[in-house]
């Protein structure tokens, strides 16, 4: 493996692959409207996962009806806390690679860090340990500050809406089922599973049925579509324009033409990815 340097002063990732979603909802969950895309990003990254480095960005939407009681209320592209929380720069997939390995597979951290770094990613064993702790938290169910987040979204929208989306990370069979709340941008909750079956996901979504839902975002799979059925049975349910997590990495956008137009205008140039703030929490 070639050698390293031991300290960089940016890491920088050329190479990597360019995902930009927008949001996945397409009229607004107040008043039907069709909704308009925001002319800039909301958010805009660069994250390493277990395929390689990938640049990441989202465009939110809004609603623009006047007489809506939620105009100019932002629907963001969620999609993007689904590959990597807020304020990482790893991917999902590199959580649940260590939570797996760690928990299932009993390997120590260090073990683990070694294997990610012949695996080409770049971490160090704090970090592992630090992903660790977040994959913990994420399979930990509610904490109390998604609570709080989830109850100022009821009190402001009347409900949520909830998105699920599974990744198959890289090395092993489970699947890790996210859960996420679109209006407020949060990941709320992970499971991670060998061989999911209907029961399981709907055993895990229940902790969330109390909460009144407006909408929920799921792509085609039938278990998801069974347990979301299953505990929210009057809820609208809406297909997710694209399933991504499972490829994360396979695909650019194709026609992102317009996209690097306004990239070049938002962001003057390349987008940034100099800096990977490393001591942040998200719970
Ligand atoms: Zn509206």
């Not at 996945?24 to 909301?42: D, F, Q, S």
């Not at 929380?85 to 951290?109: F, K, M, T």
């Not at 069974?226 to 997590?245: D, G, I, K, Y």
């Amino acid at each position: 493996m070639e050698k390293r340097p031991r300290h960089r002063i940016a890491r920088r990732y050329p190479e990597a692959k360019r995902r930009i979603f927008v949001s996945e909802l397409n009229t607004c969950a107040h008043c039907g409207a069709e909704l308009k895309l925001r002319p800039n990003w909301h958010m805009r990254k660069t994250i390493q996962t277990m395929q390689g480095a990938l640049f990441l960005a989202g465009r939110a939407k809004t609603c623009t009806n006047e007489e809506c009681s939620h105009c100019g209320t932002r629907y963001y592209a969620s999609q993007v806390w689904l590959l990597s929380l807020p304020e990482s720069s790893y991917g999902l997939d590199v959580l649940a690679y260590i939570g797996w390995r760690h928990e299932h597979d009993q390997r120590q951290l260090v073990e683990i860090q070694r294997e990610l770094n012949q695996k080409g990613i770049e971490i160090n064993e704090r970090n592992v340990g630090k992903l660790y702790r977040q994959y913990l938290a994420l399979l930990g169910a509610t904490s109390e500050g998604i609570r709080k987040k989830l109850e100022a979204i009821v009190e402001k929208h009347g409900g949520l809406i909830f998105g699920i989306d599974a990744l198959q990370p890289e090395g092993h069979g489970s699947l890790l089922y996210v859960l996420y709340e679109i209006l407020s941008g949060r990941v709320v909750s992970a499971i991670q599973l060998e061989r999911p079956n209907e029961k399981d996901l709907t055993d895990w979504l229940k902790t969330y049925q109390s909460y009144p839902v407006l909408a929920s975002v799921s792509d085609g799979e039938e278990r998801i579509i069974a347990a979301l059925r299953a505990v929210w049975p009057n809820a609208p349910r809406q297909r997710c324009q694209e399933h991504f997590l499972g490829n994360l990495a396979d695909e650019v956008l194709e026609n992102d033409t317009e996209l690097r137009k306004q990239m070049r205008v938002d962001l003057g140039g390349l987008p940034k990815t100099a800096d990977f703030p490393e001591n942040s929490s998200f719970f």
